[in-house]
């Protein structure tokens, strides 16, 4: 009889572990391969050969929907400014609850200053409706409401009413925000709802087989008087953008251009270039960010004032990132002054 249940035993076989459907998708993510490990720890994926070191998938280069005005060239200053907590120790901390609201506090605290800042968000989506409901509270005491209506009144159009309110100075503001958007073109309006009178912004940028051209302005109803007139011109497609823009205002003419290059799935790189027709000032900066791996990231940036930015971004578990990075002043290297900067974002 044992031998009997024995053989039985044996022809039972244990179910084989799924095979991984991300190792042959060109466009699969980390998020993808860290939900698919939790999964089936038994499987692991070896994230070097399935996203970092294939080659780039340029089936779909040309970036159809153009974005809006504010957004041109944000992947190159993202090479800059994303990574870098100069002089500060920062900590976010963001949490869902099962009701689906979502609250994100965050603190800082400069080195220099020692001026301890915070702020506590919370957000509520209703997808049914389209509606966003937003609250926000700093350390200013300063309370901001807002609600957001998107895709309900025409497909690509979202509404937004913010309004603040300073309990301590009883001072009160508010914002009314538009914006539509298509595969051809993006509109975005901007009041601010002041008695004597408002400052109306707004832009537009169409999009053609990857040509970009934007135009944003300002008018201030008070004075009757236009205060900003801006210009850009790029090209974009998946691993590469191009961004040109002319901005007139009261302070005079500034120019400016803009290069992000994807060169492989670990590096990407930017150029930033600026001069200032009113100061004769010229700004210029290089930089890059390298993944070691899924976890880890190296940046480095440096501009034409001998400032040479450095960071480093770990992931040390699930929801738990470490952020470190220096600043260092190339052209008074031995007087000091440097600066330091560690962020840490927690996430559940």
């Known amino acids: 009889m044992a031998g009997t249940f024995k053989d039985?035993?044996?022809?039972?076989?244990k179910p084989p572990e799924p095979t991984c459907p991300l190792s042959s998708d060109p466009k699969v993510t980390k998020?993808?391969?860290?939900?698919?490990?939790k999964l089936h720890p038994k499987q692991p994926l070896d994230y070097h050969s399935i996203v970092l070191d294939r080659p780039l998938d340029l089936s779909e280069r040309l970036i159809m929907a153009p974005p809006s005005y504010s957004e041109l060239g944000k992947r190159s200053r993202d090479v800059f400014g994303r990574g870098y907590h100069f002089g500060l120790i920062k900590l976010d901390v963001k949490t869902k609850t099962a009701a689906g609201v979502e609250f994100n506090t965050s603190g800082s605290s400069n080195q220099e200053s020692g001026k301890v800042s915070g702020s506590l968000e919370t957000k509520y989506k209703v997808k049914e409706y389209g509606m966003t409901f937003t609250e926000r509270w700093n350390t200013d005491n300063t309370l901001t409401t807002g609600i957001e209506v998107k895709d309900q009144i025409a497909q690509g159009l979202k509404i937004a009413l913010e309004g603040n309110f300073s309990p301590q100075?009883?001072?009160?503001?508010?914002?009314?925000?538009?914006?539509?958007?298509?595969?051809?073109?993006?509109?975005?309006?901007?009041?601010?709802l002041n008695v004597n009178g408002p400052i109306i912004?707004?832009?537009?940028?169409?999009?053609?087989?990857g040509w970009l051209a934007g135009?944003?302005?300002?008018?201030?109803?008070?004075?009757?008087?236009l205060t900003k007139n801006n210009f850009a011109l790029g090209f974009s497609t998946a691993d590469f953008i191009l961004h040109t823009n002319v901005d007139h205002s009261d302070d005079g003419q500034e120019f400016g251009g803009a290069i992000y290059q994807k060169i492989n799935n670990r590096l990407e790189t930017g150029v930033n270039l600026a001069w200032s027709a009113g100061s004769n000032n010229t700004k210029f900066g290089i930089g890059a960010k390298y993944d070691l791996d899924l976890d880890a990231s190296l940046?480095?940036?440096?501009?034409?004032?001998?400032?040479?930015?450095?960071?480093?971004?770990?992931?040390?578990?699930?929801?738990?990132?470490?952020?470190?990075?220096?600043?260092?002043?190339?052209?008074?290297?031995?007087?000091?002054?440097?600066?330091?900067?560690?962020?840490?974002?927690?996430?559940a």
């Open 169 to 192: 100075t009883g001072s009160k503001s508010g914002s009314l925000k538009t914006a539509f958007q298509n595969d051809f073109v993006a509109l975005n309006t901007d009041t601010d």
């Open 215 to 225: 135009y944003q302005t300002a008018f201030d109803t008070a004075k009757s008087k």
């Open 201 to 209: 912004q707004a832009s537009a940028v169409v999009g053609h087989q």
């Open 31 to 37: 998020d993808q391969i860290i939900c698919w490990q």
């Open 299 to 347: 940046r480095a940036k440096i501009n034409n004032q001998s400032q040479i930015g450095l960071g480093y971004q770990q992931r040390l578990r699930d929801g738990i990132t470490l952020t470190l990075s220096t600043l260092i002043d190339g052209k008074n290297f031995n007087n000091g002054g440097h600066k330091i900067g560690l962020a840490l974002e927690l996430e």
């Open 8 to 13: 039985c035993a044996t022809k039972i076989k």
